[in-house]
């Protein structure tokens, strides 16, 4: 029995480790707004902060991670003479995965045996279900000279990865496709994670 809790504790581990060799499939759920037509013809900005986001350590990394994305939509950064600015944000709850069994938090190994048949439980089995989190950012385009907001859009995604600086550049990806005219409406975004099946 405890052979047999092992290879299948071991195959379970093996289609994990697998899937991380492969990539990942990020799908997101976007929807954006603008009210552009084309790239600006001066596509500069700076990041803007509102007061509670000047005072969080983790800002500046976030930009970071947003910069990326707003380059390959064809923006580019300027802080001495931006015609734009852009305010990036992001919420990560960690939530209950809808695949937890909520009547089983975890796994014990179950061993048999001994002189007398003795029953005994050794260290307790990961709970792969237990991690899920809800994640989203969003990213807003503000023209500097009349201050007006001319590009808005939202992305979202429930899953199970654990590492943020992986997944929200990837969201920022998501979130930025179709600049500066996107499609209309909710839809899905792909974004392929490490490296492809």
Do not use: K
């Not at 991670?65 to 944000?89: E, F, T």
């Not at 937890?100 to 307790?124: E, K, V």
């Amino acid at each position: 029995m405890v052979r047999l809790l092992r290879v299948m504790f071991a195959a379970g581990l093996s289609v994990v480790l697998a899937g991380c060799a492969t990539g990942y499939l990020l799908d997101n759920q976007v929807q954006s707004f603008s009210q552009l037509q084309a790239v600006p013809a001066q596509p500069t900005y700076r990041f803007e902060r509102v007061l509670s986001q000047q005072a969080d350590p983790n800002q500046q990394a976030l930009e970071a991670m947003a910069d990326p994305a707003l380059h390959r939509a064809g923006l580019r950064r300027d802080d001495a003479a931006p015609h734009y600015s852009v305010q990036v944000l992001a919420r990560v709850e960690r939530i209950f995965s809808p695949y937890a069994d909520p009547y089983w938090s975890g796994g014990w190994s179950l061993g048999f045996g001994g002189r007398h048949g003795a029953i005994g439980f050794g260290a307790p089995w990961p709970n792969w279900d237990s991690y899920w989190f809800r994640r989203q950012v969003t990213v807003v385009l503000r023209e500097l000279p009349t201050n007006r907001v001319v590009y808005e859009t939202h992305s979202s995604n429930e899953g199970p990865l654990l590492d943020s600086r992986t997944v929200l550049p990837a969201m920022f990806d998501a979130a930025m496709q179709g600049f500066p005219v996107p499609a209309p409406g909710p839809r899905r975004v792909d974004i392929q994670l490490g490296a492809r099946p």
